[in-house]
């Protein structure tokens, strides 16, 4: 109950394209859920996040569509740039632990 | 990063030996993290700490022990290595914010022969 289930692994995108990554959850308690971006050879780094009373979030090209009878949350990037090749790990947590729940990682490859 | 240092960045060691990682804040915060990153496996909470002197386990934490001795610094001891602890080790600490926004470190990866 405490998985966060990350979807695909790896994704290859063209320039200009729009990447989306999917995660789930079990839990109904968490009540955010971040996205952290990751660069070879770089500790993760806090990308956008969401709280489960909005359906969406959007920060320039990143945006976080929610679906809280579904328990899914999906990132999205548009206008995706060769610049955006990182992995993306999905993340989830509750108001009353001190602990993230991370997904598996997903590795995106913007190719020009 | 936040403020945060790991040392040392890259480690070699053998099988069976003592290894201590460290990981080092300025920034005064309550709460550090100790995860291991391995492929298709993400992040692992590891351990983690609440304050000096105290902290608790995490879902991977057979094989490695903490302390804490002063804010600044929590270090991960791997007491006799293996070879499955070769890894990417993070720190993070946990912002100000009320959630649990985690700020992570630049890691240390190990290998262990």
């Known amino acids: 109950q405490q998985q966060v289930k990350q979807s695909p692994q790896s994704l290859i995108v063209q320039k200009g394209g729009i990447s989306i990554i999917n995660c789930a959850y079990e839990?109904?308690?968490?009540?955010?859920f971040p996205w952290y971006q990751q660069f070879p050879g770089k500790g993760p780094a806090l990308l956008i996040a969401i709280r489960p009373d909005v359906s969406e979030k959007k920060e320039g090209r990143f945006t976080i569509s929610f679906n809280k009878s579904a328990k899914q949350f999906s990132l999205h990037i548009m206008d995706s740039q060769p610049g955006d090749s990182a992995t993306y790990f999905c993340a989830a947590t509750s108001y009353n632990t001190d602990k993230l729940i991370f997904g598996t990682g997903t590795r995106l490859q913007v190719f020009p | 990063d936040a403020g945060i240092t790991q040392s040392p960045r890259h480690k070699v060691t053998e099988t069976g030996t003592p290894v201590t990682l460290r990981c080092h804040q300025t920034e005064n915060h309550r709460y550090m993290y100790w995860y291991r990153q391995d492929p298709g496996h993400g992040l692992r909470l590891i351990h983690y700490?609440?304050?000096?002197?105290?902290?608790d386990k995490g879902e991977v934490s057979d094989g490695y022990s903490v302390s804490r001795s002063k804010t600044e610094d929590f270090l991960l001891t791997l007491e006799s290595a293996t070879s499955s602890q070769t890894s990417v080790y993070f720190c993070a600490i946990k912002g100000t914010d009320s959630y649990n926004e985690q700020f992570f470190g630049p890691g240390t990866r190990l290998t262990v022969l």
């Open positions: 700490s609440y304050g000096v002197k105290d902290t």
């Open positions: 839990n109904t308690a968490f009540d955010y």
